[in-house]
T-cell receptor
Framework: GAVVSQHPSRVICKSGTSVKIECRSLDFQATTMFWYRQFPKQSLMLMAT?????????EQGVEKDKFLINHASLTLSTLTVTSAHPEDSSFYIC?????????????FGSGTQLSVL | GESVGLHLPTLSVQEGDNSIINCAYSNSASDYFIWYKQESGKGPQFIID?????DKRQGQRVTVLLNKTVKHLSLQIAATQPGDSAVYFCAENEMGDYKLSFGAGTTVTVRA
């Protein structure tokens, strides 16, 4: 089946640094990927939609200059948390839209736990 | 979009019994619903989905029921096993854009 790979699985960084998270679709091309954030014991909140070859669309309240999204190829989207602060510590999850064979499915990555000190 | 919510935040079930997890949604325009299972520190895992033109769909040991009249969704797990212990989320979508809105989640704990 389709697999979405997310890297790194865990990252610890100092306040003020930037962190890049990668999301790859391993056996299908994904023109659309999604980025979610999940705080402990809470649900997933959609941050933005990553569109291959065009700008990402951000949900209300999500700072586009803070969370930079690049979808430069059909299999890779990256989320960069710029100038990270402790309040950005969260579990970040990507998903990719698989539209092969006339059927649509959404597959999730395994998540990235970001801890900002 | 409007939020999707769950009736019960936790569910404790005896191994071998059936589990029922409920979800209420408020967006009447939603036409696609998915149940996910999330284990600690991992991403959501697809369980089963259903479109609004159906009211029931069965998978392996799981059944999803959709009642559009009262905007209610449920997930039934037959013969619950220890490996079923996880947080379960319902998610809804309209317009086919796959921008999912997730419910709050129900933590299922299976007692041996």
């Amino acid at each position: 089946g389709a697999v979405v790979s997310q890297h790194p699985s865990r990252v610890i960084c100092k306040s003020g640094t930037s962190v890049k998270i990668e999301c790859r679709s391993l056996d299908f091309q994904a023109t659309t990927m999604f980025w979610y954030r999940q705080f402990p014991k809470q649900s997933l909140m959609l941050m933005a939609t990553s569109n291959e070859g065009s700008k990402a669309t951000y949900e209300q309240g999500v700072e586009k200059d803070k969370f930079l999204i690049n979808h430069a190829s059909l299999t890779l989207s990256t989320l960069t948390v710029t100038s990270a602060h402790p309040e950005d510590s969260s579990f970040y999850i990507c998903s990719a839209r698989d539209r092969r064979n006339g059927q649509e499915k959404l597959f999730f990555g395994s998540g990235t736990q970001l801890s900002v000190l | 979009g409007e939020s999707v919510g769950l009736h019960l935040p936790t569910l404790s079930v005896q191994e071998g019994d059936n589990s029922i997890i409920n979800c209420a949604y408020s967006n009447s325009a939603s036409d696609y619903f998915i149940w996910y299972k999330q284990e600690s520190g991992k991403g959501p895992q697809f369980i089963i989905d259903i479109r609004s033109n159906m009211d029931k769909r069965q998978g392996q040991r799981v059944t999803v029921l959709l009642n559009k009249t009262v905007k209610h969704l449920s997930l039934q797990i037959a013969a619950t096993q220890p490996g079923d212990s996880a947080v379960y989320f319902c998610a809804e979508n309209e317009m086919g854009d796959y921008k999912l809105s997730f419910g709050a989640g129900t933590t299922v704990t299976v007692r041996a």
